[in-house]
């Protein structure tokens, strides 16, 4: 193996470790943003959803 080959790796490595990063991120946080959302629903219920009158 010369170090070339190492090099590839290395960067292959380092790519997939900031895909994962990045996917982590994004469930972690659209998971945190929901809990608010629901947070907000429940404390504030004027400004929950209501039905429209007919």
């Given at each position: 193996?010369?170090?070339?080959?190492?090099?590839?790796?290395?960067?292959?490595?380092?790519?997939?470790?900031?895909?994962?990063l990045l996917v982590l991120g994004f469930l972690v946080g659209g998971s945190y943003l929901q809990q608010q959302r629901t947070e907000t629903a429940d404390a504030s219920p004027e400004l929950a959803a209501?039905?429209?009158p007919q």
């Open positions: 193996m010369n170090p070339s080959d190492r090099d590839e790796q290395k960067k292959v490595k380092n790519i997939a470790a900031i895909v994962y209501k039905p429209q």
